[in-house]
């Protein structure tokens, strides 16, 4: 028995002024029931992806999603967290739940309100994410962390400057076409590609271009068995999923390889009895455009060292032969942490449906997504298929 997504939410991705924690769950909470067609009474538990680590002062949230409907009271509701995957991390477990059958309907919400923290405790609350005896101190923040990444890929493989700039501008032109998106706007491989005042170094070889946005918003989905999914109006499967943790420290391993992202693409592309290539797109987490870079090699696009190949011969924009982040990825649509993962499963249903839109992908019939939390920690890949 597999699991199937059979109803979503999703709000805008940007600075929202006017919506709280509370009340951005509330909001995709009562929509994704109502796009599913159930009743809050039908769902047998609730799953919430909050990463936190100081952005809200409300640290206790798992209950907040019973504030969507008096008829959520007295379901069990969890929040999960796996840093930056940990949208993905509700999601799985709510996959889990149905598939061992202690759940026929699981509510999984995603959501984080970041904008409203001031500059300075925004690269604290995110470095959180890292592992603080080597990095706590690493001037700009997370991006220093993939500063020093891509600053060790360029030293080992060469100047990859120009496919960060294509990474990005791709990103960007994606990203205009997603209603959900933060930052819609096509800034061109030129501007991508230059060091301006607009466009600042921020951290080693890394632009504000290759960085993702600071962001608010919320994602929902409506998750059931397979035989409660055929009797409703879409279905679209998990035929594959996996879930691979690797060390926190950088020092273990080789932070070039993004070894834990390679055996959760293996896992799940085994258990969906498929290869990468039958994909029809991929959503992957490009937090920085480095990271982008290094996935492409890790998820067996091409080999070691050669990432740029695939952007620099086109292989991953919306018409290549496995397009990459047709909804703009992080880069555009904007990296709500817990909401993040729940995006993407979202985005990629609505592919599979039909139903995205300017974003849509030709003929999309098999979705491959990518998230994952601090610096290849936590690792989630999901194989998506509809069924109806």
């Known amino acids: 028995m597999t699991a199937c997504i059979v109803g979503w939410a999703h709000t805008p991705f940007g600075k929202l002024e006017t919506e709280t924690v509370e009340s951005l769950i509330i909001r995709v909470a009562n929509e994704a029931m ?15 992806g909050h990463f936190n680590a100081g952005f809200s002062p409300q640290d206790f949230t798992a209950s907040l999603v019973l504030q969507a409907d008096p008829r959520l009271r007295f379901k069990p509701a969890t929040r999960v967290e796996n840093a ?31 904008t409203k923290t001031p500059g300075p405790e925004i690269g604290k609350n995110l470095l959180r994410a890292s592992y603080l005896p080597e990095d706590g101190d690493t001037p700009a923040g997370f991006a220093g962390v993939f500063g020093k990444i891509a600053h060790n890929y360029f030293q080992r493989w060469g100047d990859q400057s120009d496919a960060l700039a294509m990474i990005a501008a791709k990103n960007h032109k994606n990203g205009v076409e997603n209603p959900y998106a933060q930052m819609r706007k096509d800034f061109g ?10 466009n600042p170094f921020v951290a080693g070889p890394l632009k504000r271009t290759d960085c993702s946005l600071v962001s608010d918003g919320a994602a929902a989905l409506v998750i059931t068995d397979t035989a409660t999914a055929l009797r409703m109006k879409k279905a679209v499967a998990f035929r594959g999923h996996a ?23 293996g896992k799940a592309l085994a258990e969906a009895g498929i290869g990468l290539t039958d994909l ?27 990432g740029a190949r695939a952007i620099l011969e086109g292989w991953t924009q919306k018409d290549g032969k496995l397009p990459v982040n047709p909804s703009g990825g992080l880069k555009a649509k904007g990296h709500p942490i817990g909401a993040t993962g729940v995006s993407m499963h979202v985005l990629s249903a609505m592919q599979l449906m039909g139903e995205a839109g300017g974003i849509q992908v030709k003929d ?10 601090g610096a290849a920690v936590a690792n989630y890949v ?5 069924l109806r």
Not at 34 to 48: F, H, K, M, Q, T
Not at 245 to 252: N, T, V, Y
Not at 253 to 258: E, N, P, S
Request: contains cysteine; glycine residues 8%; negative net charge.
């Open 34 to 48: 109502d796009n599913a067609g159930i009743s809050p009474d039908e769902v047998d538990e609730i799953l919430l």
């Open 84 to 114: 930056c995957a940990t949208g993905s991390a509700a999601v799985h477990q709510a996959v889990r739940a149905v598939k061992a059958g202690d759940a026929r309907v699981v509510l999984v919400v995603g959501v984080e309100q970041m």
């Open 189 to 198: 491989y030129e501007f991508c590609r230059t060091e301006s005042e607009k």
């Open 243 to 265: 879930h691979v943790q690797d060390f926190l420290p950088m020092s273990k391993r080789d932070i070039l390889k993004f070894e834990g992202c390679s055996q959760a693409w």
């Open 280 to 306: 029809s797109f991929v959503e992957t987490h490009d937090c920085f455009t480095v990271a982008e870079l290094i996935e492409y090699e890790a998820m067996g696009l091409v080999p070691e060292g050669q």
């Open 364 to 373: 999309a019939k098999l979705a491959g997504i990518f998230n994952m939390g």
């Open 382 to 386: 999901s194989v998506l298929e509809r």
